[in-house]
């Protein structure tokens, strides 16, 4: 083992740990504190505030990140970080109804009619509500378990430079996977378990509720965050997306060498 990859040893078990800490602590307040538990997970509580933070700060460091990517030549990785900092910043600007009840301005005319929860937000409107739990469901698959197969998938060095720069690695898996598991129990899991094992203990209001979305999505908006300050150190440490030196760990972790 290198010194750089002593030092950088820390970074990756905080990195791996950090979800996997929250998800007890989770799971400790809902049995021990269930009405604090109960409060969090309520429309515009601490949790669904934290994902807006979350978001925002990712969407502005991958923002920074193209200018790093735009700056050392890297026309493909700069765009690609360029929309995904749009991205996150519109889903941060959706966590908080795009400031509607912080700022008290009047519901437009076609949230009214088309919002499910007549709220100014894009991820509620009728037509995308009904595939919510799915576009969940396959956004955490492919975020947790990408580094699997994006070897396989891209094997022209051009593509293959941005899949090692963009698709998070394996110390990341558990701060998408619970989104994964919890919309696929929505969608499918309480009706198998319960073809399984028999009973109702397992029918979503139980053990389960639909407002425990809210812990996990919490993970992947904390889990974005990570993913964006590791491609600011990538933009940053450019030498290493462009294969000059030998790969990093940590945060920079998952480049290598074409």
């Excluded at 934290?50 to 923002?63: M, S």
């Excluded at 955490?140 to 941005?162: C, E, I, Y």
Aim: proline share 5%; glycine share 10%; charged share 15%.
């Amino acid at each position: 083992m290198t010194h750089g990859d002593q030092a950088d040893r820390p970074w990756r078990l905080i990195i791996f740990g950090l979800p996997l800490a929250l998800s007890l602590l989770m799971v400790g307040i809902k049995i021990y504190a269930p009405a604090y538990y109960h409060a969090m997970i309520q429309e515009d509580g601490f949790l669904e505030n934290a994902q807006f933070c979350c978001y925002a700060a990712a969407g502005v460091l991958c923002l920074w990140a193209a200018r790093g990517f735009r700056g050392s030549g890297l026309g493909a990785h700069a765009w690609l970080a360029l929309a995904l900092g749009l991205l996150l910043l519109a889903v941060a600007g959706d966590e908080i109804s795009w400031g509607e009840r912080i700022l008290g301005y009047h519901l437009p005319q076609f949230f009214a009619r088309y919002n499910a929860q007549h709220e100014v937000s894009l991820h509620n409107l009728k037509p995308v509500q009904s595939h919510l739990h799915a576009m969940y469901m396959l956004v955490g698959l492919a975020l947790s378990l990408g580094w699997l197969v994006k070897d396989r998938l891209f094997k022209h060095p051009a593509l293959r430079s941005l899949a090692d720069t963009f698709v998070p690695p394996c110390t990341m898996t558990l701060y998408f996977l619970p989104v994964f598991l919890i919309y696929s129990y929505f969608i499918w899991g309480d009706v198998l378990l319960a073809a399984i094992f028999g009973g109702d203990g397992f029918a979503i209001g139980q053990v389960i509720v639909w407002r425990d979305q809210e812990p996990a999505e919490l993970l992947m908006s904390l889990g974005c965050l990570v993913w964006a300050v590791r491609l600011m150190v990538q933009a940053v440490h450019r030498d290493q997306v462009l294969g000059l030196h030998p790969p990093m760990v940590g945060f920079r972790g998952g480049i290598e060498q074409p």
